[in-house]
Every structure is written in structure tokens, then in C-alpha cells.
């Protein structure tokens, strides 16, 4: 374990802090700057671009490591591989294929996100690469079933959550650290649950989990409060569809070994994601706005609102972040339905605290 969270870990963290360091430096040449606006929070203009770094700092990995695991097994010459590894070098090559598939969906939607950063594309071509972009990759077999016999059901449904999650992380970029800090907690977490949680490990989506998450670390270095980059539409849509495809890819459960509550453990770990997305389009859609409208409705903003501090804001779903996803590991600590209805619950009550506070602070600042 120690051997692959370093050969994960500190190659993706040294990549994305170098190579955004360098972003800094070229994307005002380049026009990259994310200017003040009455809908953001940040007062002095920004470079943009930093998720560059990110995708850098995953794929350049990645590629690497594939590359070696094809050369060592070419060569017979993998004595010195832990051997848990290397028994299953086989396994990762065989289903690199799918991992490409992702990655190459990521990159599309990141070119995407690049181009809209630098000339503000409009929501509807941007929301039609999205589904195109899900579409494919449920065809090439990134798809759950979600126990349910009939395809097109867990494809409709796998297509709802890459599109879904991919926007949920684009909505959460809206203050320092905030985004990256939460894949950051959500991949770390991810990890854990396919490398120990499980009867095997899963190498290949594990390990890609702890690639993102040193590339969100090193990238956190140059956007942690205040921030001197931002990585904009590149690195939102990229982490987003990242950990929605690898919580598809990645078995939760395994017959036999564990009960079927454990397919819950994703809303855990990405409850705040989730709660953020669906409070910001309910408040938009009852004050009769388009949810496509950017604005500061969202989870981190109602939070100021309330008094808080920007640091302490982000800190705050931090907190509440780790907090669902630690309840979301306990899921594979119990047997029955009704103790994981019991967490699933928790999670339920501390959104809706969350969700009452919120809405108190907001109705005493609206009537004073």
C-alpha cells in the first residue's frame, strides 16, 4: 500500500504543483484571466487555467505507469514489484481501455472547459458535448446496473450521474479551494474503500483515484485562500467526470461478500456535491431564473451569508464533506438494511440542519 500511494501520489503531486506553477506565469499572456464580476467573490483578477495543471498531473502519470506495467510484463521483470501488484499488472493492462475512455472523455471536456473559460461558450453547445461525451462512455461500457435486469435502465441512469456529477463539481468552483478540496476529500476517500474496503483491491480505479487526488493536492498549493490561480471550466469538468466514471467503474458490491447497502456508499461520499447542485437549481427555479444562470445561491455562499468568513465557509464543507463520507465507509462496517437506513438517515439529518440554518440566515438578512 505505502508502494502505490507513492508511485501514485507524489509523481501527480509534483507534476500538477510544477505545472501550474507555470500556468500563473503564461495564462495572462495567453488572455486566461478570470476578471471581477457581481456574481463572483474574488476582487482582482485572477489567472485561469490551472486545471491544466490538474489534467496534466493525472494523465502524464497514468500514461507512465501504463507504459511500465507493458514493458516489465513484456520483459518478464517484475521480481522486485510488491506482489500484489504485480500479480495484477495483467488485470490493469487488460482494462486500460476503459480507463483511456475516460481520460479521453475528461480531456474532451476540458478542451471544452478551456474554450469556454477563455470566450464564455453558452450553456446549451456546452450541455450537448456533456451528454455526448456520457453517451459514449456508457457505450464503451462505463455503465451500473443498479440491480435492475433491463440495460437501458442502469445506462439512462449511469449517463444522469456522469452528467450530473460533472456539473456538480463546476457549480462547487466558486470560491478558493473549495472544488479541489472536496475531490481532493472524495477521491482519498474513493481510494480507501476500493484498496481496503473491498475482498480484493482494485488496483486500476484506486490507484487512479490516488493519481487525482495528488494532482488536486498539488494544484491546492497555488488555490488555497487567497488563491493565484483558479482552475476554471478545465479542471471542474475534469474532476467531475473523473469521480463520477470511477465510482461507476469501481465495484461496490460484491455478491456474496457484502450486503447491497454498500451501492448506497457514493451518495455518502458525494452528498455535498449532490445537496449543493439540487438546493442551487431549486432556489433558482422558484425565484423563476434559469438554472443555467451563474450566481450566488450556492452552498459556500449561503454560508457567508450566515456570517462566516470565505476560509471558514470552505472549511465548513470540509467538515461536512469528510463527515458523509465517513458514514459512507461505516456502510461497509454493517450487515443489515436497517443499520445502513440508520446512516443513511444521519446523512439525511445533517443536510436538512444544514439546509434549516441556511434558510434562517437567508430570510433574517432578506427582512433586515
Known amino acids: 500500500m505505502l508502494f502505490l500511494i507513492t508511485a501514485c501520489v507524489v509523481p501527480s503531486f509534483l507534476i500538477a504543483f510544477l505545472s501550474t506553477g507555470l500556468m500563473r506565469r503564461l495564462a495572462p499572456r495567453w488572455g486566461l484571466m478570470d476578471q471581477p464580476a457581481a456574481r463572483k467573490v474574488h476582487v482582482t483578477p485572477t489567472p485561469l487555467g490551472g486545471g491544466i495543471g490538474i489534467w496534466l498531473g493525472v494523465v502524464i502519470p497514468i500514461a507512465a505507469a501504463q507504459a511500465a506495467a507493458w514493458f516489465l510484463l513484456r520483459k518478464g521483470e517484475t521480481g522486485w514489484l510488491p506482489p500484489d501488484i504485480a500479480q495484477h499488472l495483467e488485470g ?68 444522469l450521474w456522469i452528467l450530473g456529477l460533472t456539473n456538480s463539481f463546476n457549480f462547487l468552483d466558486n470560491m478558493d479551494g473549495l472544488s479541489a478540496g472536496i475531490g481532493l476529500i472524495v477521491a482519498v476517500l474513493f481510494a480507501t474503500i476500493m484498496l481496503a474496503f473491498t475482498s480484493e483491491p482494485r488496483w486500476l480505479v484506486g490507484g487512479g483515484l490516488l493519481v487525482l487526488a495528488g494532482a ?19 479542471g471542474s469538468y475534469f474532476i467531475g467526470l473523473l469521480l463520477a466514471s470511477f465510482t461507476v467503474l469501481g465495484t461496490f458490491y460484491e455478491y456474496g461478500r457484502t450486503s447491497t447497502h454498500v451501492m448506497l456508499a457514493p451518495l455518502c461520499v458525494l452528498a455535498v456535491p449532490l445537496y449543493d447542485t439540487a438546493s442551487v437549481l431549486v432556489i433558482r427555479l422558484s425565484q423563476g431564473r434559469s438554472p443555467f444562470h451563474a450566481d450566488k445561491s450556492h452552498f459556500s455562499h449561503r454560508l457567508v451569508e450566515l456570517g462566516l468568513s470565505k476560509p471558514a465557509a470552505v472549511l465548513t464543507i470540509y467538515l461536512v464533506t469528510l463527515t458523509t463520507g465517513l458514514c459512507g465507509l461505516l456502510l461497509y462496517q454493517v450487515e443489515t438494511w436497517m443499520a445502513a437506513g440508520i446512516i443513511m438517515l444521519l446523512v439525511g439529518c445533517l443536510l436538512a440542519i444544514i439546509a434549516i440554518l441556511e434558510t434562517a440566515g437567508r430570510r433574517q438578512r432578506n427582512s433586515s
Do not use: K
Not at 456520457?134 to 440491480?147: D, K, N, Q, S
Not at 498539488?218 to 483558479?230: E, K, M, Q, T, Y
Open 216 to 234: 488536486l493536492a498539488g494544484f491546492l498549493c497555488h488555490n488555497r485562500p487567497p488563491a493565484r490561480i483558479f482552475m476554471g471550466d478545465t
Open 92 to 159: 490493469v493492462l487488460y482494462r486500460s481501455d476503459m480507463m483511456w475512455a475516460i481520460l479521453l472523455g475528461g480531456t474532451v471536456l476540458s478542451v471544452m472547459g478551456l474554450f469556454d473559460d477563455w470566450r464564455n461558450l453558452p450553456w446549451q453547445p456546452r450541455l450537448f458535448i456533456q451528454i455526448l461525451v456520457a453517451c459514449i462512455l456508457v457505450a464503451v461500457g462505463v455503465r451500473a446496473t443498479v440491480f435492475v435486469e433491463a440495460p437501458w435502465f442502469g445506462a439512462a441512469l449511469t449517463a
